[in-house]
């Protein structure tokens, strides 16, 4: 069965720097899109950014200019970048893998990220 498995979160200080990864399992991978999404605490479930099976990249707002999402096919991982971390970016942060656009299938469980000021 199809697995999604994050790693790479934790505490950090405002201003430092995360680097998250989630791998897949059971799936092509390379024929994925795959999103970073989080939900903080009392709020909806947001899109962060995501990497298309050529690599294309798109990122929201609060994130753009600080955050880089890449992929390596061979090892079926996805990565997210987070530079200049901010306390406001405190959240569970999910991987998803969409075979067509942003139709998700699949979700990982979720690694928390907290930042302190």
């Known amino acids: 069965q199809v697995q999604l498995v994050e790693s790479g979160g934790g505490l950090v200080q405002a201003g430092g720097s995360l680097r998250l990864s989630c791998a897949a399992s059971?799936?092509?991978?390379?024929?994925?899109?795959m999103g970073w999404f989080r939900q903080a605490p009392g709020k909806e479930r947001e899109f962060v950014a995501h990497?298309?099976?050529?690599?294309?990249?798109a990122y929201a707002d609060s994130v753009k200019g600080r955050s880089t999402i890449s992929r390596d096919n061979a090892k079926n991982t996805v990565y997210l970048q987070i530079d200049s971390l901010k306390p406001e970016d405190t959240a569970v942060y999910y991987c998803?893998?969409?075979?067509?656009?942003?139709?998700?299938?699949?979700w990982g469980q979720g690694t928390q990220v907290t930042v302190s000021s």
């Open positions: 998803a893998a969409a075979r067509l656009a942003n139709n998700y299938d699949y």
């Open positions: 059971g799936l092509t991978f390379s024929y994925y899109r």
């Open positions: 990497i298309s099976w050529s690599a294309n990249t």
